[in-house]
């Protein structure tokens, strides 16, 4: 089992910036790739972004790419999501999860799940 706890959300003016935190207790952290869904209301849940186990490897929503940036902390179990250049689009609740592969982009690939942080970001 992995228990994963995410922070850092609020509201947040457009073009600001905002680092979320998914810190990871349970089995050892370093054994999982990590990934960032969000979802926004009356939408379905979507990939956001992935880690590897190292750190070495990541993948990115096309939404996001150059806004945001996926990193890791194995010392500390933490895993962040470094948002740039918000936008009103990027108003969702943020999850993290894990035990999937970072090749994984899809919700089903993966078992663990927080509870989610919520993001607004103001026009």
């Known amino acids: 089992q992995v228990q994963l706890v995410e922070s850092g959300g609020g509201l947040i003016q457009a073009g600001g910036s905002l680092r979320l935190s998914c810190a990871a207790s349970?089995?050892?952290?370093?054994?999982?790739?990590m990934a960032w869904f969000r979802q926004a209301p009356g939408k379905e849940r979507e990939f956001v972004a992935t880690?590897?186990?190292?750190?070495?490897?990541?993948k990115y929503a096309d939404s996001v790419v150059g806004r945001f940036a996926i990193s890791r902390d194995n010392a500390k179990n933490t895993v962040y999501l470094e948002m740039r250049s918000l936008q009103s689009d990027d108003t969702a609740v943020y999850y993290c999860?894990?035990?999937?592969?970072?090749?994984?982009?899809?919700?089903?690939?993966?078992?663990?799940w927080g509870q989610g942080t919520q993001v607004t970001v103001s026009s």
């Open positions: 999860a894990a035990g999937g592969s970072y090749r994984n982009t899809t919700e089903r690939g993966y078992t663990y």
């Open positions: 349970g089995r050892t952290f370093s054994n999982y790739d």
């Open positions: 880690i590897n186990w190292s750190g070495s490897m990541a």
